[in-house]
């Protein structure tokens, strides 16, 4: 390593971590490894597994602990101090405490769910009374978030370097490229296997490494999002070239094919696997957050006309492409008829799901418990569909968290992606982090009304690394620390 911090930093740090002399070594090393866990974290169907779960919760408390070690020692020093997110991180730590509270044994009787004193009596023994109904879904349920946290605060510290966080785009870009070629390859020669399994649902849709396409869709939307904005920062300045339009043709034809066509082929396999998830809400959501990003990279002063017709034309050019190649699945899925049913069963979900919450608003059921929860409440009409999620994280979280802690929960991350687009705002360079970050929160925070990408834990560890670096790097360079 070059150097160590042995006392607090000065003011002015915060923005001046990529021209000072720093620790670098423990830095990239924690940073590559944080990659890693991200990258890997979709492979073991989405993470959504209780071992895959709990090694990415491992992995990522592990790096945390590293970190907070190494801070401690004076051997990194804390890039961007609690203080600059206070708010953000109270609200969450008061939703995590909340939830240790549905968990802990020896709830006081007012709080306690009545099912407790019922299975007490039926087994004519006295049991532990709780809140949450399901007391190991909701330790689950915390171990994710916190797993969420010690990723976003590891991208939040470790971003903050501006080489690191573009690093750390490229990266995402690359991520999402393998695991959408993968499941293109799947998806054309059959369609069958999902890994070492038998594919045992969604036949017709391409999901790669996970079960549910509604969940690969946010994560390739993310990743897409990466990648278009590689395209784009590559492209752009070619029209600002003092050059007849016939040369300016031939080198954004050469950067496209050529120099950036590893960037070309990521943002083509990304879209276009996009597509074939039949996702109609992913897709949706994705085309809202693509078009941010867009508006943050035309909002620039120095965005000429000719720029923003080029911005205009790449996201046509991709829309164009990958619906044409692969739309005719979703355009399927989009019929009225089709439209009608799906939100039939979506509104009867959502009532139901009130009806529970109206019955415990203020302190919930338990973290993770909507699975529990849902059948008391539930008609017999169609026995055969199972409905563990809400398809509706707002209205999950206010059934399991109570109503004032998924408040808090929800308003953690809405500051943090508001921090993000201030950012946008507040840079006069770099903006493409805090874009890509503010996009993140768009795409995640639509398809949350109407899914539960979320609860997926290799798409919220990727959410919460691209929110983290956006976060970091939504500072101005000059920004004092503090």
């Not at 006081?108 to 006295?126: Q, V």
Request: glycine share 8%; with cysteine.
């Amino acid at each position: 390593m070059s150097g160590s911090s042995t006392g607090p930093a000065t003011a002015g740090e915060l923005g001046q971590s990529s021209v000072q002399v720093r620790p670098r070594g423990a830095e990239e090393w924690l940073f590559r490894t944080l990659i890693l866990v991200v990258a890997l974290a979709p492979l073991p169907l989405g993470s959504n597994r209780p071992l895959p779960a709990a090694l990415l919760a491992l992995a990522a408390g592990l790096l945390l602990a590293l970190w907070g070690g190494l801070a401690h020692f004076g051997r990194l020093r804390v890039s961007v101090p609690l203080s600059r997110i206070a708010w953000p991180a109270a609200l969450y730590a008061l939703a995590c405490l909340w939830i240790v509270m549905q968990w802990v044994p020896a709830a006081p009787n007012i709080l306690a769910d009545p099912i407790w004193a019922e299975a007490s009596r039926l087994l004519g023994t006295e049991l532990p009374q709780r809140i949450s109904v399901n007391p190991e879904a909701t330790v689950t349920g915390l171990m994710h978030l916190l797993t969420y946290a010690a990723t976003f605060w590891l991208a939040l510290q470790l971003a903050r370097d501006e080489d690191r966080a573009r690093r750390g785009i490229h990266a995402v870009a690359i991520i999402g490229c393998a695991y959408a070629l993968y499941g293109l390859v799947v998806y054309l020669s059959g369609n069958e296997w999902i890994l070492i399994y038998r594919k045992w649902s969604y036949a017709d849709s391409l999901t790669s490494t996970f079960v549910n396409r509604n969940s690969f869709a946010t994560f390739a939307g993310l990743c897409l999002l990466c990648a278009v904005h590689l395209l784009l920062a590559r492209t752009r300045h070619l029209l600002g070239l003092n050059r007849p339009a016939r040369i300016k043709a031939a080198l954004l034809i050469e950067e496209l094919t050529v120099r950036s066509g590893w960037v070309t082929m990521a943002v083509l396999a990304l879209s276009i696997a996009l597509v074939l998830t039949a996702s109609r809400a992913g897709v949706m959501s994705s085309m809202a957050g693509l078009l941010c990003l867009a508006g943050a990279h035309l909002s620039r002063r120095s965005t000429s006309a000719a720029q923003m017709t080029l911005v205009a034309a790449i996201l046509a050019a991709i829309v164009a492409t990958s619906f044409a190649t692969s739309g005719e699945l979703l355009a399927k899925r989009s019929r009225l008829d089709d439209v009608d049913n799906s939100f039939a069963d979506r509104n009867q979900t959502y009532a139901l799901t009130l009806d529970a919450i109206r019955a415990t608003p203020w302190t919930g059921t338990g973290f993770g418990t909507f699975a529990d929860v849902f059948p008391a409440y539930r008609n017999d009409d169609r026995p055969q569909v199972t409905w563990d999620k809400a398809h509706n994280t707002y209205l999950e979280n206010a059934l399991e968290l109570g109503i004032p802690a998924a408040l808090a929960l929800g308003l953690s991350i809405a500051l943090l992606v508001l921090r993000a687009a201030k950012g946008i705002r507040e840079r006069r360079r770099g903006k493409a982090q805090p874009a890509i970050g503010f996009a993140a929160g768009i795409i995640v925070g639509l398809h949350s009304l109407v899914d539960f990408s979320l609860q997926i834990p290799a798409v919220s560890v990727l959410f919460a690394f691209l929110l983290g670096l956006a976060v970091s790097q939504s500072w101005p360079r000059s920004a004092a620390r503090g």
